[in-house]
């Protein structure tokens, strides 16, 4: 008997508790103030059919009951999760670094959560990401590329879902998608004019792999630039390399074992040139006196190293991410907006 009224006692403590505990309700609020509900949804969202009293009286009482609005109706009732994902393939790279800093600054002025998935190059992990933010119904997705991703069917299928996608960066070589990217020639001529003008006659590319959109833009760009100032074009002057520390290390014992080494080299990405310059002083040769490289990125912390590379190659990440961010926030809003393509010419710093 005496444990049956303690159990009873507890189940209306706890009942007691819940009620306390529990969110207060818009139409809490409404009786508290004597208004009806629609007049306190209203004040909440700072309409402007609701006077400045009415508005501070709701806000007022509204705090002193610990409301929080109901995301779920929410979502619901205008068809949004108020959430964004971005999709890089790492997240430790200074160049994404600064992209991920403007993306969050745009999401954060327009009120929007940002999600953050790395695909590590691999195109298995950069579909299973796709599939859960797909399933999660993010309202829009940016993302560049993995160096390995080829297909190319999940456009489609975000399209078929209305998220829309918008890429930065490594983008892919389609019409009709919205991309802003950098234009990789306008670096890749200004570094081979200023080598050139220094002397050198034989000026290597080391690039990334062919299946990266990336990669073809920069050889291209280095034929073309090559060919402007009359300089030999030779194909064993054009190292490929997986990226990979390994790859990019026999990517030098390529040019170390070639009979007329070259001088000059332009490379990839920073991450390349480290690796690069890393085996140049381990055969032996001086930096920026036997071997001289330009590399795209400029990667910041350039300027606190012994013998930098001679020049490097902005692309300026901050400024495509935050356009990226723009143009998603646009078709967001507007669904039915004309796709846009928007680039940004890289420059030499020397």
Known sequence: MIRDIKALFLYKALGFMNKVNKPATIKE???????????????????????????????????ELNYEPNQTAIFFKQR?????????????????????????????????TVLMGQSLDDP???EQILKTFKNHRVDGILMSIGKKTTNLEFIEKLGASDIPVVFFDCVPSLPHINK??????????EAVDAFVACGHKII?????????????????????????NGMDILDKNIIETDLSTEGNESAMDSIFAMSERPSAII??????????????????????????????ANYPLWQYMENPPMGRIEQFPG?????????????????????????FKSRLVM
């Open 80 to 112: 949004k999760t108020f959430t964004i994902a971005v999709i890089l393939p790492s997240l430790s790279e200074p160049f994404f670094s600064f992209a991920i800093s403007e993306i969050e600054n745009v999401a954060s002025e327009h009120r929007y």
């Open 124 to 126: 298995d992990r950069e």
């Open 204 to 228: 290597a590319l080391v690039n990334g792999p062919k299946t990266l959109p990336a990669s073809e833009d920069r050889k291209v760009a280095y034929l073309s630039a090559m060919k402007r």
């Open 180 to 189: 802003v990217q950098s234009d990789l020639s306008t670096g890749m001529n």
């Open 267 to 296: 490379s990839f990405n920073d991450f390349v040139t480290l690796d690069l310059m890393k085996a140049a002083r381990q055969k032996g040769l001086v930096l920026n006196q036997d071997i001289f490289f330009i590399s795209y």
């Open 319 to 343: 400024m495509q991410a935050r356009k990226a961010a723009e143009i998603l926030f646009d078709r967001i809003d507007n669904p039915e907006a004309p796709d846009q393509q928007i680039v």
């Open 29 to 63: 609020i409404a009786k508290k103030l004597k208004i009806s509900p629609s007049t306190v949804s209203r004040a909440l969202n700072d309409h402007p059919s609701i006077g400045l009293v009415t508005t501070m009286r709701v806000k007022k009482m509204a705090e």
